[in-house]
């Protein structure tokens, strides 16, 4: 079956840095586009990155552009998200998540990972 495993969270002070990682089974990986969502404490949903079947095309929600660089590799069925100048605001748990097709978000994702806590504060 799928699994998606989160991987890399925990607590980091504003302004530092964190690489959170997604290892992916039970499907052709560079077949499907991938997602980062996350979900702050109190709060809904938020997309926060995604990335096309090849990696040729990357997409970041307007609070993630520029701090945020979301890539995989295929040779390890790895999907990564690195974190950079987290700020308060950023403390959510983050989903990896599959996309139904090869498209960013063009198809809905299918199937989620369990997630991972990232805490930013002093």
């Known amino acids: 079956e799928v699994q998606l495993v989160e991987s890399g969270g925990g607590l980091v002070q504003p302004g530092g840095s964190l690489r959170l990682s997604c290892a992916t089974s039970?499907?052709?990986?560079?077949?499907?586009?991938m997602s980062w969502v996350r979900q702050a404490p109190g709060k809904g949903l938020e997309w926060v990155s995604g990335?096309?079947?090849?990696?040729?095309?990357?997409y970041y929600g307007e609070s993630m552009k520029g701090r945020f660089t979301i890539s995989r590799d295929d040779a390890k069925n790895t999907l990564y998200l690195q974190m950079n100048s987290l700020k308060s605001e950023d403390t959510a748990v983050y989903y990896c998540a599959k996309d139904r097709g090869s498209g960013i978000r063009s198809s809905g994702m299918d199937y989620w990972g369990k997630g991972t806590l990232v805490t930013v504060s002093s």
């Open positions: 990335i096309n079947w090849s990696g040729g095309s990357t």
């Open positions: 039970g499907f052709t990986f560079d077949d499907y586009a």
